[in-house]
């Protein structure tokens, strides 16, 4: 199984159906924290429905519409990447990214979400790359900047969720930009 750092003692790695008590005790750390933002933080509740988030995504990436990665810092569990809409047909995807508290500010999703782009960039020929956030997650729409994205527009109150109609805002990089602000980051010495 590959393993790539992200820095400060980190990894990105699969995340399997295996691996289904790890990922619920992630989740139940990270639950208050992203549960307002990302699903399956709340929908993940036991083993079983662990496994069963976990094999939805085993099934997604052999069938090549969607992949889910796991963040481990010192070990341990504490956030993910993922692809949540994969098309290489229509060479675009959509990136989703995730944390429990203990990992915030270290730059872990910024540079596991450099580490998928790239590959669905340079190795799958996607050419538009998506970012979908509620209108109230300032947090994720900070990550979407620093990474590049331009924000496209709003989808008003486009996704009910926990009682709230959220209006989503749709973010994306196309590979012709995310390579020049790669090649920009790499002549400052920025090897991530």
Not at 14 to 24: D, G, N, V
Not at 75 to 100: H, K, M, N, Q, S
Not at 158 to 163: C, L, V
Request: with cysteine; glycine share 8%; charged share 30%.
């Amino acid at each position: 199984m590959f393993a790539i750092s992200v820095g400060e003692g980190a990894e990105l790695r699969p995340i399997e159906p295996w691996q289904a008590e790890e990922l619920l005790a992630h989740v139940e750390r990270a639950r208050e924290y992203a549960g307002p933002w990302v699903p399956f933080t709340v929908k993940v509740t036991d083993v079983e429905s662990a496994r069963a988030h976990l094999q939805h995504f085993a099934e997604r990436q052999a069938a090549d519409t969607g992949r889910f990665y796991g963040i481990w810092l010192d070990g341990t569990l504490v956030g993910g990447v993922l692809f949540r809409i994969f098309d290489a047909r229509l060479e675009y995807c959509e990136v989703g990214v995730w944390l429990e508290p203990s990992a915030v500010g270290r730059g872990l999703i910024t540079n596991a979400a450099r580490v998928i782009i790239d590959w669905a960039v340079d190795q799958r020929g996607m050419h538009r790359v998506e970012w979908l956030v509620s209108s109230l997650n300032e947090r994720s729409k900070k990550a979407a900047e620093r990474l590049g994205f331009v924000r496209d527009g709003v989808l008003r109150e486009s996704f009910p969720w926990q009682g709230i109609r959220h209006d989503m805002e749709v973010w994306s990089v196309l590979a012709p930009e995310w390579r020049e602000a790669r090649a920009a980051r790499l002549a400052e010495g920025d090897r991530r």
